[in-house]
């Protein structure tokens, strides 16, 4: 049961940290030109992982 709540909250935290980087509120690394190109797919991953999170918790 605990161990469900902690892996819920590592992909909230998750989530949240994807979402940032794919809006540009946190950068992945200091050299912008150096970007990898999945971070384009974090605007819609990020989200999603959320949901999903937040899914699996009401659930629990």
Known sequence: MLA???DEFIMFCAGLWM???GFGYLWLSSNPARRPSVVRHFKWMGPLLLV????LAAAS
């Open 4 to 6: 469900a709540y902690i």
């Open 19 to 21: 979402t940032g980087v």
């Open 52 to 55: 999903i999170a937040i899914i």
